[in-house]
């Protein structure tokens, strides 16, 4: 294996993005996975007495290198998609899967966690260490590790399948996404659309040289002619081709996900009944801080119960509207969007186009950089690195003149990049026991990706990027995750950043930064007029709070849908049964929707949260998360009331201490109390979203 050839094989530093070739992948992969093996087999045979440096250190390392090449395989799957990419991906995933399978299902490799666990030097641990090997002896019961000699082999061909399926699923929606183009060569049919979305789709007509304008099912081309064409024809086009894509009414056979969907739910119900669990969703929890399905249904059911009385009034207020100031008598699903921009304009007197023309991305990114900067007295500095697309910029974040972390942002949607927003880890912190003094840090590295419009070229110049209030929020979200993961201060890489926190505990900081994007004090300073360069008005501004809870019921019980989906199709489902995965969704729509959705939406063919990342049986998470991070905010704004502004240095230390630093090197719930003083309440959560009583 030879580094200077392979630059997958380099951990030296940051990933070497420009000289990565799908060629490469393979042998980078077969080499780290025999790595592992040979170090495998070694802690194996070793007789001496298990501790954390000649047992845990060694497993980490190796194993760690082979995390970080395969993250950066997949990372550029996920963002620069091409067909030599794609089949070195496909071809290489069986291997990983097989090797983690493997080592899950080691009883030598468990039965020495648990002697660690119960060996004279545990009691003397660090928490961070005995959480990891806690963790460790959770995760070899839930990979299998205790099933009979008959049952491993079968539990890991289940691994494999999953793992294909659920890459299957992903491509289906990435192609789907890809091959959709409505071009309209009449711009009247255009009536209504903002000149920036109708230049943009100018431009993306010219680069595939058509005339007129085309639009794709890409959120920045899409999303503009639901909310403002006012032909409703050609709403109902662009929503159908959406709602239906990687289905069997998608028009492409070979994208539909239908199958895909049954497959994966058969394999985790196998999964869960050969690890003794009745279901899926039992599995997904023992992990999480919500203890069993019942839980969590009892939780979106309350929620769902408060909601639904400000949903009704939310919905039964558009169908009024819609009928005497739009002429709409039946308002159907492609006209919900379109509607409500408008009901918003006439009520808070303003639109969304209005407030987009005054978040340029450079005020954005500067105010977003000085928000984290006041909070948690750090400094965030350009820097440089080898990136996959020219459109990416890199960062660093150093604290007391050190550097602490560093970040890739690539904003932009476009062809090959998955759709939606997420951050990923490069690699995480961890105190370097290869230098001889012991004292080097491996400074987190995340990647932060979103899906937004690129910068216009207009008459020859390059316009900035404009945002959405929308996804200005989205920005500082996933920056929420960025900081939970590059602001740890735990040194032990299985519980450092992200890394162990409980899954219905990782939305906290997320949902918790995006609060900011509410106040006036960090508002203001990321504004400039598109054509003045004055920042955003005061007026704007309270007219944007006066609006901020418009639809809330609507939106609350829309995210309740998706989780009870979710947990139901994990829970109470028989995959083998005569009942389908639409029947379950079209019961739980029945049972908490004030909004019909039509027979043909297909949401669930492209739910890849569910379908194809880590929120199976956990899309709970995000409104779970939320009363933990409307609460954690309250904070804030307690100071504020006090010092005059929520950009609290003294509480923002406290945050930073107690929830950013700790990473998941103890309980969520205790990191919570640590911060708040007290048990998490709803409370802040319904007055944040204008539910309370």
Known sequence: MNIALNPLLDFSDLPRFEGIKPEYIGPAIDGLLDECRRVIQELESSTTQVTWENFVEPLEDVTEKLGRAWGIVSHLNAVVDTPELRAAYNENQPKLTEFWTELSQNLTMFTKYKALQLGPDYAGYSAARK???????????????????????????????????????????????????????????????????????????????????????????????????????????????????????????????????????????????????????????????????????????????????????????LRDFAKKELGIDDLQAWDVTYASEKLREQRYAFSEHEVKQYFPENKVINGLFRTIETLFSVVIKSDNAEVWHPDVKFFRIEKDGKLIGQFYLDLYARNGKRGGAWMDDARGRRRLTSNNDGTGVQTPVAYLTCNFTEPMVVDGKVKPAYFTHDEVITLFHEFGHGLHHMLTQVDELGVSGISGVEWDAVELPSQFLENFCWEWDVVQSMTAHAETGEPLPRALYDKMIAAKNFQSGLQTLRQVEFSLFDMHVHYDYDPAGAKSVQDVLNEVRKQVSVLTAPPFNRFQHSFSHIFAGGYAAGYYSYKWAEVLSADAYGAFEEAGSTEGNVLSQNTGARFLKEILAMGGSRPAIESFKAFRGREPSIDALLRHSGMAA
């Open 131 to 317: 959480k990891i090997i806690e963790n460790a002896v959770r995760d070899f019961r839930l990979g299998g590790a205790e099933l009979s000699d008959a049952q491993k082999p079968v539990f890991a061909e289940i691994q494999e399948k999953h793992a294909a399926l659920t890459t299957k699923f992903s491509e289906n929606i990435l192609d789907a996404t890809n091959d959709y183009a409505l071009f309209v060569e009449d711009e009247a049919e255009l009536a209504g659309l903002p000149d920036d979305a109708k230049q943009a789709a100018r431009a993306a007509a010219e680069k595939a040289n058509k005339p007129g304008y085309k639009f794709t099912l890409h959120f920045p081309s899409y999303f503009p002619v639901l909310q403002y064409a006012d032909s409703r024809s050609l709403r109902e086009t662009i929503y159908r081709a959406n709602a239906t894509k990687a289905s069997e009414l998608g028009g492409h056979p070979e994208w539909d996900n239908t199958q895909n969907i049954v497959d994966i739910l058969k394999l985790r119900d196998e999964e869960a009944k050969l690890l003794g669990y009745k279901n899926y969703a039992e599995v997904s929890l023992v992990p999480k801080m919500a203890q069993t399905p019942d839980e969590v249904i009892a939780f979106l059911q309350d929620l769902a119960k408060r909601a639904k009385p400000y949903a009704e009034k939310d919905l039964k207020e």
